[in-house]
């Protein structure tokens, strides 16, 4: 069983930078991909970014294109956003998911970190 645990989250001024982090607990297989959601309030959760564990592909929402990076390291079973030119509608819980190893939907959920971004 994976578990996942983000953090990092917090409050920033628009045009100012955050990094979250998620640890992944029980992740014995090399394969899989993790991947960071939102959701802000009365909106339904939307992807933002993904890395698969082997190779370390990456894929953005077009929201973030340009302004987030994901990034892994395998030794610490970590997965990372840089989050830079925040903007107001950034705000949203973020969550960390990750696939388990066979690619498909995702499976395990963390509990999720609150950002939010004023103007």
């Known amino acids: 069983q994976v578990q996942l645990v983000e953090s990092g989250g917090g409050l920033v001024q628009a045009g100012g930078s955050l990094r979250l982090s998620c640890a992944a607990s029980?992740?014995?297989?090399?394969?899989?991909?993790m991947g960071w959601f939102r959701q802000a309030p009365g909106k339904e959760r939307e992807f933002v970014a993904s890395?698969?564990?082997?190779?370390?592909?990456?894929y953005y929402a077009d929201s973030v294109k340009g302004r987030f990076t994901i990034s892994r390291d395998t030794a610490k079973s970590t997965v990372y956003l840089q989050m830079n030119s925040l903007k107001p509608e950034d705000t949203a819980v973020y969550y960390c998911?990750?696939?388990?190893?066979?690619?498909?939907?995702?499976?395990?959920w963390g509990q999720g970190t609150q950002v939010t971004v004023s103007s």
């Open positions: 998911a990750d696939t388990g190893p066979l690619l498909q939907s995702y499976i395990y």
């Open positions: 890395i698969t564990w082997t190779g370390g592909s990456t």
């Open positions: 029980g992740r014995t297989f090399s394969s899989g991909t």
